[in-house]
């Protein structure tokens, strides 16, 4: 592991010393076991020996205890510390295991991202390779219900629910829960995936998590940075909207209303499923073109349409037209009268138009028969 981890017994007499507690102190294993714990206590610090040790005797094991300790070149080392009792087959206490890790850059790192998240409405964390929460703003632990200090070392299950697997979270193994986290890395995405939270008091509600790797260029245990946002109102407003399309298109349906969209500067014109019907057209056969369009234009007709939008290209005005048709099904000729509105650019070069379309064929038969019937009379 490239965490130090080493073992003392209840004298706080060293007894194991791994490579990385070499690395991490400086003391060689042949150095450090059988002296004791304290020469890695810096002397303001010596109270805290017999807190942890009187703590940890009680059977309790205390996890990310962020502190100092002393190196053998005599400087200071920020370290995260989770000290557990060891027992032996007998079930007796009979030791305390140590597992040190070095935070000094997950701790500079944190000063830069407080300088930028201190005012952020977001919810913003860090979470290290266990999957345990290392930081959290206060705009997070606000979000949540939580304060701040009640989050550091949990894990980010406490937020996110099932969002790292038992499997994974169990095995305290930090190679596949780091993995595991970098599948849902945002790699550069605008946005990321949006999830279900809970916050103390057990609300669910949705949010949108973003997460990034912070030392991928390290050979260090990986750190990601997480920003959570809440968007129950955009959810809610999403919802509305959907609601009033339905109804849009309700009103649509029942009033016989198709709708267009034609994109200027690609050719594109899509038609939506009302409008296709007015002309017979199978869902999917419409070829959205303008090209396509004037082909359903009865020919006595097709010019005067031409011209005319040309002239709306040209003057960017509303346009109100009424043509015949050809249905593409049934070959039947009907009336249509269709309004559309241009939108420019900012150098006034038209781009878009959006449009209207209905079906005006019964009553432009019943004017035909009420002229019919009135020259009759005459």
């Known amino acids: 592991s490239d965490d130090a981890i ?13 490579r990385g507690a070499e690395a991490l102190f400086g003391y060689s294993a042949k150095e450090a076991i059988g002296q004791s714990v304290t020469m890695l206590y810096p002397a303001p610090y010596l109270d805290e020996y017999a807190y942890l040790m009187a703590f940890t005797a009680k059977g309790q094991r205390i996890c990310q205890y962020e502190t100092l ?3 053998k070149s005599g400087h200071l080392v920020d370290v995260s510390i989770t000290q557990s009792p060891i027992y032996d087959e007998s079930g007796e206490m009979i030791g305390f295991s140590v ?21 952020s409405a977001d919810g913003i964390f860090l979470v290290n390779s266990l999957g345990q929460l290392e930081y959290v703003n206060a705009a ?11 989050l550091s070392g949990q894990l980010i299950n406490t937020l996110i629910p099932g969002f790292l697997p038992h499997s994974a979270q169990d095995s305290g193994d ?13 790699q550069g995405h605008e946005s990321g995936q949006q999830v279900r939270a809970k916050t103390k008091t057990g609300l669910l509600f949705p949010v949108e998590l973003t997460l990034t790797e912070l030392n991928s260029a390290t050979n260090e245990q990986p750190v990601f940075a997480g920003i959570i946002r809440d968007i129950s109102e955009l959810k809610k407003a999403y919802q509305l ?5 339905e109804h849009f298109d309700l009103a649509l349906r029942s009033s016989g209303v198709g709708t267009s969209d034609w994109d200027i500067t690609t050719g594109k014109l899509m038609w939506d499923e009302h409008l296709q019907r007015l002309l017979g057209f199978k869902q999917g056969e419409f070829r959205e073109s303008l090209k396509h ?3 359903r234009v009865h020919p006595d007709d097709r010019q005067q349409v031409q011209d005319q939008i040309t002239e709306m290209l040209s003057s960017l005005n509303p346009v109100e037209l009424e043509f ?8 039947q000729v009907v009336t249509l009268v269709s309004r559309g509105k241009i939108y420019s650019n900012e150098a006034g070069q038209p781009v878009r138009l959006a449009g209207a379309c209905w079906d005006t064929t019964h009553q432009y038969e019943n004017q035909r028969a009420l002229e019919k019937l009135t020259l009759k009379k005459k």
């Open 324 to 331: 015949r048709a050809v249905r593409v099904d049934t070959q």
């Open 140 to 150: 997070l632990a606000a979000m949540f219900g939580y304060e701040p200090h009640e």
């Open 241 to 245: 909207l959907e609601e009033r399309d």
């Open 6 to 18: 080493f073992s003392k017994n209840h004298h706080g007499t060293i007894t194991t010393w791994n």
């Open 99 to 119: 597992i040190s890790r070095d935070i000094s850059k997950t701790k500079a790192i944190r000063v830069k991202l407080d300088a930028i998240v201190s005012s």
């Open 69 to 71: 300790r002393l190196a």
């Open 174 to 186: 930090t190679d596949a829960v780091a993995l595991y986290l970098q599948s849902h890395e945002t």
């Open 293 to 295: 369009f004037l082909e």
